[in-house]
């Protein structure tokens, strides 16, 4: 079965220091990889997305970037943290032609 | 993608059945609906989605109306875990990309009574 993991569960962070998250997928090939970020009290907002090995696709501009650098691995990367990137960051994998997104557990990251 | 609407909050008793209704009057032909619930401080979870048929997994049915305009999902028999806040999305099918985004509305917050 598929699996999908982040980590760090939980990241606090000073203004203007660097970030790295990493999701990791489990038991599928080529899928289709997704970073969504959670603002507390609102939904959903999609980051970047991939479809496959080094091609990314920036759905918000900010100061935030992403990379693939295996097929089931997606990195969500900052140089200098603000204040606004606060929030719970959730990957998600998908793949088939119906695409049924699964997410993994989340980043809770608070940025001081 | 269709707008959904959802009721705010809902209770349930323990061991009953919750039924959580889903507005989508606006939807297209192509489009499924999905149902998702995230569980506090946890990533959203995938429950079931349907097209027009209704569907059943483990977890939950989904019942589609005829006129596809609005759904029920339903959970057979409610536990403590599954108080979590359940959200409804309509969605066309896609092949990978921004087009597949979801949109979550602010879904209904079901608790479950012991």
């Known amino acids: 079965s598929q699996t999908i993991h982040q980590w760090p569960a939980t990241l606090v962070q000073p203004v203007g220091s660097p970030l790295s998250l990493e999701c990791t997928v489990e038991?599928?090939?080529?899928?289709?990889l997704y970073w969504y970020r959670q603002a507390a009290g609102r939904g959903l907002q999609l980051l970047f997305y991939s479809v496959g090995i080094g091609q990314i696709s920036s759905e918000v501009p900010q100061n935030l970037s992403a990379s693939r650098p295996q097929d089931r691995q997606f990195i969500l990367s900052s140089k200098k943290l603000l204040l606004s990137d606060s929030g719970f960051y959730l990957c998600?994998?998908?793949?088939?032609?119906?695409?049924?997104?699964?997410f993994g557990p989340g980043t809770r990251l608070l940025v001081l | 993608d269709a707008k959904t609407t959802q009721p705010p909050s809902m209770d349930c008793a323990e061991g009953r059945a919750a039924n959580l209704p889903c507005n989508h009057s606006t939807i297209s032909g192509n489009e499924y609906v999905y149902w998702y619930r995230q569980i506090h401080s946890q990533g959203p979870q995938y429950i079931i989605h349907?097209?027009?048929n209704n569907e059943t997994n483990e977890m939950a049915s989904l019942i589609i109306t005829e006129d596809r305009k609005s759904s029920t999902l339903i959970l057979p028999h409610a536990t403590l875990r599954d108080t979590a806040v359940y959200y409804c999305?309509?969605?066309?099918?896609?092949?990978?990309?921004?087009?597949?985004?979801?949109?979550f509305g602010t879904g209904t917050l079901l608790a479950v009574q012991p």
């Open positions: 349907g097209l027009k």
């Open positions: 999305i309509v969605r066309a099918p896609g092949y990978g990309g921004a087009t597949n985004k979801l949109i």
């Open positions: 038991g599928t090939s080529n899928p289709n």
């Open positions: 998600a994998w998908g793949s088939g032609g119906q695409e049924t997104q699964y």
